[in-house]
């Protein structure tokens, strides 16, 4: 079994150096170096914030992948298996720390965390690299305090990144539930998927990646399902012809209305409609 290596920094054997504080280092400049994949690894004394201010990545912690666009901040403390992929347009910072120095100012058992960008985090992690780069009087004081500055950084940001991630949630579930209502009424109408979005107030791209998480089906499938179901009702009691159903339900082309049913059914309407009066006899 292939084991996890763990390293000082990427490509660096791990030989435990003493270091003051903290290593800053831009992402292009290591991962360049590897063709901007970061294979799986570890570290067992550092805590790494990497702050993605241009371009992508594909994160991988603990096994599970996150695919980032900037600005976004990953957290990744000691011992967490992590990997990178990234584009070439790729630029941002990565700081290191001591581990020990992140619990005496009360990181604790902080876990790894993948978030949108933040103000406050960039603006504590420009504060610590300049007293690290031009340290003054009273320098492990101010490390310290700037370490927990960042750290309330993170912890706040990553409550507001949920929070907004919960609210996209809630707002998601009523563009559906308001989707399928307004389908309900106006499916005779029109199946164009941007007059519902334009009455909801979304772009035609945000209807249906709303429609696919919280229905499980694009726009146009939740259409064309109403449309079966009043279909379906219409074949199975009624005797008017496929023609007449589908002109009725605002399909001008009989030929294309019999596509789209045989989709939804699963066999032609006209099969539909002769095996359920097979089956009722």
Known sequence: MKSIPSYALYGEADTSPEQDWLHWETIQSRSRLHGYRIAPHRHEQFFQVLQLTAGRATVSIDTVQHELEAPAVVVVPALTVHAYDFSDDVDGVVVTLMDRDMRAVG???MPAAVFG????????ID???AEADRPGSGHGVAMRALIALLLVAI???RQASETLE???SSRSVLHAQAYRWMVDQRFRETRRIADYAMALGISPTHLNRVCR???GASAL???ERRVGLEARRQLLFSGLPIKQIGAELGYDDPAYFSRVLARVLGMAPGAYRDQSRRTDR
Do not use: Y
């Open 107 to 109: 990181a604790g058992e």
């Open 117 to 124: 960008g933040s103000v406050d985090v960039g603006e504590a």
């Open 127 to 129: 504060r610590l690299i």
């Open 155 to 157: 912890g706040r940001a």
């Open 166 to 168: 919960s609210m996209a």
């Open 213 to 215: 998480e919280v229905l």
């Open 221 to 223: 499938q939740v259409i």
